[in-house]
């Protein structure tokens, strides 16, 4: 199994895990869900693997998940999920997969967890915070 990124081309995080990706060696297959959309059976997937929940998935900033009422706790998972299948940019992201398992990778630097090597460094995050330093080692 490759790696596999359910990225936004638009969120500095994901365009930010994604070239942490390719630094590592790794050609990753982008999977660009705003224009795919998303499957029941496939979020579902995403979501026990990563040990996450609708409700943890839930992108609450930059979506229209408060005007839509979906930050009311009242709100059921499978009301969550209905609205994230009709609205994929409720889903937050970027979704990694990779044969060392599945993660919301946010922040970016938790894509590192899920690669067979180390990019070199330096790397940062999109804030520019070092993530890893110029001799290859991972910056806490």
Same mark, same amino acid.
């Given at each position: 199994? /490759? %790696?596999?990124? =359910? =990225?936004?081309?638009?969120?500095? @995080?994901?365009?930010?895990?994604? *070239?942490? %990706?390719? *630094? /590592?060696?790794?050609?990753?297959?982008?999977?660009?869900?705003?224009e795919t959309g998303?499957?029941? $059976?496939?979020?579902l997937a995403l979501? !026990?693997? *990563?040990?996450?929940? $609708?409700?943890?998935?839930?992108?609450? @900033?930059?979506?229209? *998940?408060?005007?839509?009422?979906?930050?009311?706790?009242?709100?059921?998972?499978? @009301?969550?999920? !209905?609205?994230?299948?009709? =609205?994929?940019?409720? +889903?937050?992201?970027?979704? +990694?997969?990779? $044969?060392?398992?599945?993660?919301?990778?946010?922040? /970016?630097?938790? +894509?590192?967890?899920?690669?067979d090597r180390m990019?070199?460094?330096?790397?940062?995050?999109?804030?520019?915070?070092?993530?890893?330093? !110029?001799?290859?080692?991972? +910056?806490?």
């Open positions: 199994m /490759s %790696i596999v990124i =359910h =990225h936004n081309p638009d969120c500095r @995080t994901s365009r930010n895990v994604l *070239a942490i %990706i390719k *630094a /590592s060696g790794e050609a990753p297959e982008v999977i660009e869900y705003l998303w499957t029941r $059976p496939q979020l979501f !026990a693997a *990563a040990d996450l929940t $609708p409700r943890t998935a839930l992108r609450t @900033t930059k979506s229209p *998940a408060e005007e839509m009422g979906l930050l009311d706790p009242m709100v059921t998972d499978e @009301t969550l999920l !209905a609205a994230m299948l009709e =609205h994929p940019v409720l +889903v937050n992201r970027p979704i +990694v997969c990779s $044969p060392k398992g599945v993660r919301l990778c946010r922040p /970016s630097e938790a +894509v590192l967890d899920l690669l990019p070199p460094g330096p790397l940062t995050k999109e804030d520019g915070t070092l993530v890893i330093d !110029a001799k290859g080692n991972r +910056v806490a």
